[in-house]
């Protein structure tokens, strides 16, 4: 199995990534609706195969390489030097993954209570986006899948979510599509400038990464442009105000995307699209940039603090966490960048699972007050205990996955971003203050009338709540295998953005601690 | 100096497509009013084999090898380049799009359409004529033969008083215009002897100021300039465009939309990059100005508008402000921007067409029920259209793999190529504010309740209509190689 790694591939497993879920998509889109269960089915065969090729792809992945794997390479639109190019490193891996494991969670975990094929047909859509967004090595295929999301997700929200949903859906698309138009731009002019050093026109990432020099102004401007689509995505304050109202009127299955893989768009492109194309940019930038996320961190959670409603204030903490994880890029060192990678799964699963839960209190109670509910942990003990995992994860407590990556981030950022960090580290506190206050206000004290009847979890919740606490356990515990594919495409980051810039991260690779 | 009057040889053939369009007009007008037992059915079938096989002429030129550099006719009056045929191509093949939507549009009215299949036709003859022109008086005879076809068209619905009310005021403004525009050709002819854009390239040659002292130039520069917006709708030139859009029968909105646009566009590229490409540095400004403002302007009102007619007329000059993004960028020397200009045309002829056959059947019988709570529901009660028309949108708002977005990044590739990275990033950006537009339209259709449970009746001539310009829109969007390859030729 070992062996297949880096002989090219004879089946294209990536594009197969992208285009199993568009196919699963127009044939739902094609089936009656007088079908329901056939429809599910299709959709759920379709997203479990692509999980499955995702997994496949995890254990067939060289973790001693550092480069990108399973490439896939045609011309598309030779005239301005377009390719279809694909390909997977150590850091695009577990997005995958962590996409392909999440959509079909989400298809059968989730009901959409109305127009289901319509729904699962858009939510195939989307995973190909991501997917796509997550395997692109070429600037122009980045942006146009980075774009198409938009028009899924803008459908999942206006159409399943809940009062405003129109206004949410409608604030998500415009802001993200204004980040994008500056990108666009930067793209474009990126490639025009490359092709003096390159000798042709060509949108290859991976070519002008690594062969071309873009002139420090040129380059920072560039950089700009790409940063601004990106802090919108992530989203770093003060681009963030679309984030609670998306997520909040968004449906449970839209948020659980939402939070769990959309997002991480914006942290994987100031990866690839912002330290390895433009290094010199993103360590100048890096003081600007560290502000930001720290701000983010300590804004997110004063903000998650002060809701009143439990998915507004699980949204407002995701603010907090993609602050850490844009900390740990910028930190620029292997262990911080180790982290964010770690922590972007993190986030993906534990902030998932959260809005699952929440999702199934308002099936409950149709409501997400914090105030109308309490005690439910005396009627439904195991409800509260999954919500208690689950929060512990996202607040980092060890043993589980959270704290991996937040001690990775910290400790790998303390020698870069020394003063950053201590201020960071006060959002890990912070952290605990509002989901534990929390957790304490819904699921303790004495259970009033309105909560009695709140119903203990049925075996289909439960299950797919085991799958997210079989993850953050596993990753808690054992985080090496996760680890030892990360850190080599991490450390040739480094040493990429080392070998053009004057910066230089402190000796010692990444530990191997953290577990436990 | 004395001199009898020679007559020009005329290229019979290579004028085909004009003359075969000529031919029919007068075939449809004669067989419509002379023959018992004549048709709507006969009349539409024939105007769209004219409008067709002047198309297929218009390609076969655009194949041959004299086209590529550009041939002479009629004493130098026409020139058949890679533009014109271009041109003709779209003009014709938009002539027949809109025959059927015209045969559709009239379906259960007293009409039998001759009238307007004919003005159709002289419509596209004026619009070949304007695209083609290689002097300035035939582009002012080919302007107002258009001119005069559209304000005929636009007022044609006589049981809707704002088709009359578009016809008038289309007529006056549009007077104004062509009247400018003859202003502006006798101050170039006074500049430079000549109306023949050969020759003014010869005069301006001859006598280069760069001092900007040239007075009489300048001014008849600015003033074709005003006259080229008018007829493009570039702000602030726009202001007749959202009440004639409005007004005129859907069909027709369609058609000065998509063809009417053409011509004249083709024409203002070949007048200032061909004609005056001396002089640059003088009328690039300006270009750049037309082309903000109308990004911007068609953006910020589109958004303000309740009746999608009117939006999709601020829309249309938000397109209009891209393809002059594209022509500023080919005012620096060595760019590609008149083929990204070229591609944008064709992208949004086609987008436009399937846009405004789509409104008309929602429109309805009166072609008046265009206000965005008329679309209210329509997911529900014609998803199929609903969903063509959705794609049609996000093209227009540029949403990748679809044609618009090929259109917009070409343009915008252009300008970052010629370094106007300013009027790029403002470009993109009003394209986001105009992006809310289509949104609120697919809002409509897809998220509101109907108003009420009728069916819009869809025939079948719209139907293909519409499902050819998805079709094509698509096509372009996934597999744009081939159109970006022919359109590349544009570029000289």
């Known amino acids: ?316 903490s995701s603010v907090a966490h993609l602050g850490f994880i844009v900390l740990g890029t910028f930190a620029i060192t292997s262990q911080a960048l180790t982290g964010s990678v770690v922590q972007m799964v993190n986030h993906g699963v534990s902030t998932g699972a959260l809005f699952l839960l929440v999702g199934m209190i308002y099936e409950r109670r149709h409501t997400r007050e914090i105030a109308e509910l309490r005690g439910i942990q005396s009627v439904a003990p195991i409800f509260a205990a999954a919500f208690m995992v689950v929060m512990l994860s996202s607040i980092g407590v060890p043993g589980l996955n959270g704290f991996v990556g937040e001690f990775l981030v910290l400790i790998g950022s303390f020698e870069t971003a020394r003063w950053w960090t201590v201020v960071a580290a006060t959002g890990v506190i912070l952290a605990a203050l509002y989901l534990l206050w929390a957790y304490q206000r819904v699921f303790h004290g004495p259970v009033d009338e309105a909560n009695a009847g709140f119903g203990e979890m049925n075996l289909r919740e439960g299950s797919l709540i085991l799958v997210f606490i079989g993850i953050i356990v596993f990753t808690g515990l054992y985080p090496k295998p996760m680890l030892e594919r990360i850190e080599p495409s991490v450390g040739r980051l480094v040493e990429h953005v080392e070998s053009r810039t004057e910066f230089r991260a402190p000796a010692g690779g990444a530990s191997h601690g953290g577990g436990g | 100096m004395e001199r009898g009057l020679v007559a020009p040889g005329i290229e019979w053939g290579d004028l085909a497509p004009l003359l075969i369009l000529l031919a029919g007009a007068c075939a449809v007008l004669l067989c419509g009013s002379l023959l018992r037992g004549w048709s709507r059915t006969l009349t539409t079938s024939l105007t769209v084999a004219v409008s067709v096989s002047a198309a297929v002429g218009g390609a076969v030129q655009w194949e041959r090898d004299s086209t590529v550099i550009g041939k002479y006719l009629v004493s130098d009056a026409i020139l058949i380049d890679r533009f014109a045929a271009l041109s003709i191509v779209l003009i014709c093949g938009s002539a027949a799009v809109v025959a059927l939507l015209l045969h559709a549009h009239l379906a259960g009215s007293p009409d039998d359409g001759v009238e307007l299949q004919t003005l159709l036709l002289t419509g596209a003859i004026g619009g070949i004529v304007l695209a083609a022109a290689n002097d300035l008086i035939v582009l002012f005879l080919g302007l107002e033969i258009l001119s005069l076809s559209l304000y005929l068209l636009a007022a044609s619905n006589r049981r809707r008083e704002q088709s009359q009310e578009a016809g008038l005021k289309y007529f006056v403004l549009g007077g104004f215009a062509s009247a400018f525009l003859l202003y502006g050709i006798a101050l170039v002819y006074g500049a430079t002897g000549s109306t023949s854009l050969d020759m003014i390239v010869v005069g301006l040659s001859g006598k280069a100021r760069i001092d900007g002292s040239d007075t009489l130039l300048l001014v008849g520069i600015g003033l074709l300039l005003v006259g080229f917006a008018f007829k493009v709708s570039a702000a602030p030139f726009h202001v007749w465009t959202p009440d004639v859009y409005e007004g005129s029968p859907s069909p027709v909105t369609a058609f000065m939309a998509s063809a009417g646009k053409v011509a004249a566009f083709v024409a203002l590229m070949r007048v200032l990059v061909t004609g005056f490409e001396r002089r640059v540095d003088d009328w690039r400004p300006a270009v750049w100005a037309l082309a903000v403002a109308a990004v911007v302007v068609g953006s910020l009102m589109a958004v303000t508008q309740s009746n999608v007619k009117r939006m999709l007329a601020y829309s249309s000059v938000s397109h209009a402000g891209f393809v002059l993004v594209g022509v500023e960028a080919a005012s620096h020397p060595g760019s590609d921007g008149l083929a990204s200009s070229g591609l944008y045309l064709v992208a949004y002829s086609v987008l436009v067409l399937g846009s405004f056959a789509s409104v008309m059947v929602v429109a309805g019988q009166e072609d008046s029920a265009t206000s965005l709570a008329d679309f209210a529901g329509l997911g529900r009660r014609r998803p199929a259209l609903a969903l063509a028309f959705s794609t049609l949108l996000l093209a227009q708002a540029g949403v990748p793999l679809t044609s618009g977005f090929v259109a917009k990044f070409g343009v915008i590739k252009s300008a970052v190529d010629a370094k106007s990275y300013a009027i790029a990033i403002i470009a993109m950006v009003a394209a986001v504010v105009g992006a809310y537009l289509y949104l609120r339209i697919m809002v409509s259709m897809w998220l509101d309740e109907p108003t009420d449970d009728s069916r819009p009746r869809v025939q079948r001539a719209v139907a293909i209509v519409v499902g050819l310009a998805v079709a094509f829109t698509l096509l372009v969007g996934f597999l744009p190689g081939w159109l970006l390859n022919a359109t590349e030729s544009l570029a000289r």
């Open chain 1, 1 to 316: 199995m070992l062996a297949a790694t880096s002989a090219p591939v004879p089946f294209p497993i990536l594009t197969a990534l992208v285009l199993v879920p568009v196919i699963g998509a127009s044939i739902v889109s094609l089936m009656s609706t007088r079908m329901p269960e056939q429809v599910k089915l299709v959709a759920t065969v379709v997203s479990v195969s692509t999980a499955a090729m995702s997994l496949w792809l995890l254990s067939s992945f060289d973790s001693h390489s550092g480069g990108f794997q399973f490439v896939s390479r045609h011309e598309w639109i030779e005239t301005w030097g377009i390719s279809w190019h694909l390909g997977v490193d150590g850091i695009a891996l577990f997005m995958v993954v962590l996409t392909g494991i999440l959509f079909p969670l989400v298809i059968l975990g989730v009901d959409p209570h109305h127009d289901e094929k319509r729904y699962l047909a858009w939510l195939l859509m989307l995973e190909a986006g991501v997917m796509g967004s997550f395997l692109s090595l070429d600037l122009f295929l980045f942006f146009v899948f980075f774009e198409i999301v938009l028009v899924p997700m803008y459908f999942l929200i206006g159409g399943w979510g809940y009062d405003k949903r129109v206004y949410a859906a409608t604030k998500f698309f415009l802001y993200t599509m204004l980040g994008s138009a500056f990108m666009l731009v930067g793209i474009v002019a990126t490639a025009a400038l490359a092709s003096r050093d390159l000798g042709r026109f060509t949108f290859d990432l991976v070519e002008i990464a690594e062969r071309s020099d873009l002139a420090t102004s040129t380059g920072r401007w560039l950089f700009a442009s790409f940063a601004v689509a990106f802090a919108v995505k992530v989203p770093l304050f003060p681009v963030h105000t679309w984030l609670p109202d998306a997520h909040t009127q968004a449906p449970t299955g839209g948020s659980v995307i939402l939070a769990g893989v959309l997002l991480k768009l914006g942290t994987y492109g100031f990866l690839r699209f912002g330290l390895y194309l433009f290094p010199e940019a993103s360590v100048w930038a890096r003081p600007a940039l560290l502000t930001l996320a720290v701000i983010g961190v300590l804004w997110g959670a004063i903000a998650a603090t002060m809701q009143r409603d439990l998915k507004r204030l699980v949204a407002y």
